[in-house]
Structure formats: C-alpha cells, structure tokens
C-alpha cells in the first residue's frame, strides 16, 4: 500500500484561526504585502525577486534569527497567499504556509496554518515556535492594522518609442522605450527576420516598455 509523505516523515500542521474586528479587505491590504514589518517579532523585512521571478522576503526577527521565504500563489479574488520557507529554519525539509482572509459575521476570520516536514528531533519545537508566531501575528492584526504604505504612482500603460544608435563597424540602429530604468532592468530584445526591421516590434516596445529595458536592433 503507498504510503504519504505524512505517514513516511515526521509532519505536523500548525492552524490558527482569529476573528479581526475590521473589514476583510482591510485586513487583506495589510497581509497580501507579503511584507512583514507589521509582525511585532520582526526586526526588519526585505522584499525581492527570487531566481524564479517569484517574490521572496528575507526578514530578521528579535531573537537574532534569519529568514528567508518564497511567496507561491496569491489570489486577491479569495484572499488566499501562500509561501514556502527557503532558509533560516534548523531542520525542516519542507515547510508550506497559507494564511486566508474570509468575511465571516460583519467581520474578517484569519486563518493561518503551516505544513511542516522536519527532522523528527526538530519538528517539536518548529511546530511551537510557528504557533507562537502565527499567534503572536494574529494577536497584533487583531489589536489595529498597521497604517498602509502610500500608494505608488501608476505606471504609464504605454510609453513613448524612441530611436538610438551605436556607433561602430557596422553602426547599428535600434528603437526602445523612453524610459529609465533603475540599474538597467531586465533586458528584453526583439531581432527581426529576414525582411523585417525594428519597426515590426513598436507595438511591444510600447506596451512593456514601462516595466522592461527593450530594444528592437
């Protein structure tokens, strides 16, 4: 008979639950962040892209600890996130968070809860250690949400196309956004084919080009 992951390694799953006396959009703005500066044993938290493309966060906390995890799904329609711990936890082999938002009663119901795989020495004390957190989390949501950080200006939907050279041999001509990006951005390039030119890709360098470093040679 196969046997599950459960039943073949140490697991066990931390939930808990807590009623907030605010809105569940409310609260949701302040959790789908991903940031954690809002949690009173974090020191400070730092958001990034990962090698993935997904969001990671690296965070100290107030007992000297060093985190690091992934965000992997995200749904703002459920108010659903979930993330995935990469480093800082002494032996666990996997560890899956969710923490989700519902409208319950005139007020919001937070559930988090964690899926953890340790070392069958270790797993105890994960397990009590996230409990304390997530409680302590729930605790500090529950006692007024944090002020929210002002919105950012809205990116521009297009942008305007621009032509450029660089000199050599031979001089090559291109079209790309007109806008800087901080430390260059992601380069995207678009080489036509034989018979095309730069101008085939305007319509794309219009539309990423608010969010790409892109050029058509």
Sequence with gaps: MATGLADAMPYEQVRCRRTINSAPEDVWACLRGFDLNWHPFVVSCSLKPGPDGAVWRDFTTSDGGHLVEQRTYISDADRVLCYTARSGIDGVISYHARIAVIHEGGHSCVTWQADIVAARARLDAIAQGTRVVFEAGLDSLASGLPPLPPPKP????????????????????????????????????????????????????????????????
Excluded at 184 to 195: E, K
Excluded at 196 to 210: M, T, Y
């Design 154 to 217: 809205p990116k521009p939907l297009r942008v305007a196309v621009r032509r450029g050279a660089i000199d050599g041999t031979p001089r090559l001509s291109y079209l790309t956004g007109d806008v800087a990006h901080p430390k260059g951005g992601t380069l995207v390039l678009c080489v036509h084919g034989i018979g095309g030119q730069a101008s085939n890709w305007v319509e794309q360098i219009a539309a990423f080009g608010a969010d790409y470093t892109i050029a058509a040679m």
